[in-house]
């Protein structure tokens, strides 16, 4: 789905960008040893839209957390950025490690913007057509809900 976001926005002039977040992280993180940093977060907040995809399973330092969050914060009220992840919010304190950077960073994401929770089994199962019924779950369904910060 957010790929299809991202491919509607390019169709229609604007020059988006995905990212697997580990690697997005992984490039600020080497972009602070040649300190080329203010660029490339430069480039990044011109993205319209930044799709940042797989925020759950990443492996941070500190430094990236802190990346991030200058990356977040330059983007934010200005251009779009798409995130997927499997963690609930308030899953992100345990992996950004910093709580006021934590509340600083959602109440930027949250402002303005709609969330989409997607429930169901996995379409990656052997048989997706079947798998519902094997597993006696409902099948998928997408519900949108905007929220604000406060």
Known sequence: MAIALLREACLNGYRGRFYNAQMLLDE????LAD??????????SRYQPLLIDEIGYLTLKPEQANAFFRLMDQ?????????????????WYELFQKKDLVD???DRLQHHCITIR???????????A?????SGR???RAAATSQSGS
């Open 28 to 31: 600020l993180y080497a972009s």
């Open 35 to 44: 300190r080329s940093s203010p660029q490339l977060l430069k480039r990044l």
């Open 75 to 91: 983007r934010y009220n200005r251009v779009s950025t798409i995130i997927t992840t499997n963690l609930d919010l308030p899953a």
């Open 104 to 106: 600083a960073l959602l």
């Open 118 to 128: 997607i429930n169901g089994p996995s379409l990656r199962s052997p048989d997706p």
């Open 130 to 134: 079947s798998a519902p019924a094997a």
């Open 138 to 140: 409902q099948p998928r």
